[in-house]
């Protein structure tokens, strides 16, 4: 695996770099957890309909979703990005202020899950991204706090 997430040509689409920017160029804010839950939603959507990866990012199952250090890796190292805690209905939320202006350069089919799932769960109550995660075998089949399997 390279530094930026890609692993050897043929095995998955894109970096993780590249999917981290496609989401955040949907967005002013985002929550740091919607942004990994978001990739993940992705990366299975693309699996089931295509059978292969979007990108070699490795995830793991908890109880509000999926976390990914590959993605947490990439947003530490993002320039034109902000994080702060933000308080919403007395909870902190890590939450991205994106400055920077990010482009999405995926292609046909990988840009169209991009597009739909960043559309239809981008600006939802984090209780319906939550649901959605649940309805997900490759999400509900993995223990919490383990590593989830693609196969």
């Known amino acids: ?32 957890s919607r942004l990994h839950n978001l990739a993940f939603i992705i990366e299975a959507k693309y699996h089931a309909e295509h059978g292969e990866r979007a990108t070699d990012a490795d995830y793991e199952a908890f109880l509000d979703g999926c976390f990914s250090d590959d993605i947490a890796d990439e947003v530490e190292s993002l320039n034109g990005i902000e994080t702060s805690n933000i308080r919403i209905g007395g909870e902190n939320v890590e939450t991205i202020h994106v400055q920077g202006d990010f482009e999405c350069d995926a292609k046909d089919p990988l840009e169209t899950v991009i597009n739909s799932v960043c559309r239809e769960f981008g600006e939802v109550p984090p209780e319906e991204v939550s649901r959605k995660i649940d ?9 919490m706090k383990e590593h989830i399997e693609f196969n």
């Open 1 to 32: 695996m390279s530094s930026t997430g890609r692993i050897d040509e043929g095995q998955s689409e894109m970096g993780v770099d590249e999917l981290v920017q496609c989401i955040l160029s949907y967005f002013d804010r985002v929550s740091v």
């Open 135 to 143: 309805q997900i075998d490759l999400y509900r089949d993995t223990p």
